[in-house]
């Protein structure tokens, strides 16, 4: 069964704290996406990767940045967190091609206070 | 640039109604189409797709026809259960060579016994 996961379910962090958020993937998929979802705003990508080493911006990087080591691990780091980042986080792998579909961990409930 | 327009929600129907969710979407050549659910604290996850024109796809009852003339992907249940309650988000990946995926801002789905 394939497998997407992330660190932690719940999180509580601080304004100002560096905040890191893992995903791993057991399915060597080459592309690995960080989004965040927030209630009439759907889905909105933060930053993906199509290899590791490679990163891409999505529609709203600022505030973020991220760490693709290895294929299976794609990491979301909020430098300096803010409550406006508060949020859930989700991260998801696909293969190459766009006829595949993306695979979703269960998501990382975010709160900074 | 490309997008997708779902219904707003919520949607709240009886046991064994029948459901319709309107997705339309905006793209340059021949994207893919998707619906994903995402259940109560959970991740998304596929429920079915279609990579080509008249294409339709279908899983656990829903269907959804790939409609390249009116640009629409409408998801479809002839009888929903309770159980079918959630939120379903409509997205396309594009033929153009990128490695986005696009999402609708979600439909939430509530069916009362």
């Known amino acids: 069964d394939v497998k997407v996961t992330q660190s932690s379910r719940y999180l509580v962090k601080r304004t100002g704290e560096k905040v890191f958020l893992e995903c791993v993937q057991d399915m060597d998929h080459e592309n690995m996406f960080w989004y965040r979802q927030d209630p009439g705003l759907g889905l909105r990508l933060i930053y993906f990767?199509?290899?590791?080493?490679?990163?891409e911006k999505g529609d709203i990087p600022e505030g973020y940045s991220v760490s693709r080591e290895k294929k299976e691990r794609f990491s979301l780091i909020l430098e300096s967190a803010s409550t406006n980042q508060t949020s859930m986080y989700l991260c998801?792998?696909?293969?190459?091609?766009?006829?595949?579909?993306?695979?979703f961990g269960p998501g990382t409930r975010l709160t900074v206070t | 640039g490309d997008s997708v327009t779902q219904m707003e929600g919520p949607v709240t129907l009886s046991e064994e109604a029948f459901l319709t969710i309107n997705c339309t979407y905006t793209a340059t050549g021949y994207p893919s189409l998707f619906w994903y659910v995402q259940y109560p604290g959970e991740g998304l996850q596929l429920l079915l797709k279609a990579t080509k024109a008249d294409d339709k796809g279908s899983n656990k009852g829903f269907e959804a026809t790939y409609r390249k003339e009116t640009t629409s992907f409408h998801l479809e249940k002839g009888s929903v259960q309770v159980s079918d309650s959630a939120v379903y988000f409509c997205?396309?990946?594009?033929?153009?060579?990128?490695?986005?995926?696009?999402f609708g801002t979600g439909t939430r789905l509530k069916v009362l016994a």
């Open positions: 990767s199509y290899d590791v080493k490679m990163k």
């Open positions: 997205a396309l990946s594009a033929s153009s060579g990128t490695y986005k995926y696009i």
């Open positions: 998801a792998s696909s293969p190459t091609g766009m006829a595949y579909e993306q695979y």
